[in-house]
């Protein structure tokens, strides 16, 4: 069966500093991948996607995500975090299930705190 | 203004107790979804539906049932036999499940508890 798996459940970091959010799936084929994020209070949106093509897509407030289809890997950064990044962000893979539709997969969630 | 509702944001009920949690959609997909969030556990699928009159069972469907009579709606009832039941509940819609590129779209969210 699919899945998809973020290794950091919590992660804290300072203003200004660097961060990699990792998202690893399994499923061999043509995926389509996703990170949404859920500020505190808000509605889960999407922050970015990768359908095809240039494997580094860039998203909303400056994130940016590497697809490496080679490392089944689709890991989210950002060069300098902001307090406003304080959130859970959510990898997910939408991919073919048993029954011929599409199924998006998420992962567990990786909290993020930034302290200012 | 589009968008996906949810009501109640907070929900409490008694252990036994049925309760139905509401979904509207007024962004015209014909796809929805019910998803249930625990902490650590990120989103698991309860329920989808492609088409009006039409649904499917999810990842985690046992103690839930659906109903697709519009489409702008998908009420989920948590019933009795649902052994925990407390938890964040989120509705999503999108234009089809049969697009592999199709971008979900998430309500608020219902908090239910259990006393």
């Known amino acids: 069966a699919q899945s998809v798996s973020q290794h950091n459940h919590h992660v804290i970091l300072s203003e200004a500093a660097s961060l990699e959010l990792g998202c690893n799936y399994s499923?061999?084929?043509?995926?389509?991948l996703f990170w949404y994020v859920q500020y505190p209070g808000q509605h889960l949106q999407l922050l970015l996607k990768?359908?095809?093509?240039?494997?580094l897509v860039k998203g909303i407030k400056g994130f940016e995500a590497e697809f490496i289809k080679s490392k089944f890997s689709f890991n989210l950064r950002k060069p300098s975090v902001q307090w406003s990044d304080t959130a859970e962000y959510f990898c997910a893979v939408n991919a073919p299930s048993t029954s011929g539709t599409y199924k998006y997969i998420f992962g567990t969630g990786t909290r993020l705190k930034v302290l200012a | 203004d589009g968008g996906i509702t949810q009501s109640p944001k907070y929900l409490f009920r008694k252990e036994g107790q049925n309760v139905t949690l509401s979904c509207e959609q007024n962004l015209n997909h014909d796809a929805m979804y019910w998803y249930r969030q625990d902490p650590g556990q990120g989103l698991r699928l309860i329920y989808y539906?492609?088409?009006?009159?039409?649904?499917q069972k999810g990842d985690i469907a046992e103690g839930y049932s659906v109903s697709r009579e519009k489409k702008e709606s998908f009420p989920l009832t948590v019933t009795s036999a649902q052994k925990n039941p407390t938890a964040f509940y989120l509705c999503?819609?999108?234009?089809?499940?049969?697009?592999?590129?199709?971008?979900?779209?998430f309500g608020p969210g219902t908090r239910l508890t259990v006393l």
């Open positions: 539906s492609q088409i009006v009159n039409d649904f």
């Open positions: 499923y061999g084929g043509t995926v389509n």
């Open positions: 999503a819609s999108s234009w089809r499940t049969s697009g592999t590129t199709d971008t979900q779209y």
């Open positions: 990768y359908f095809s093509g240039d494997p």
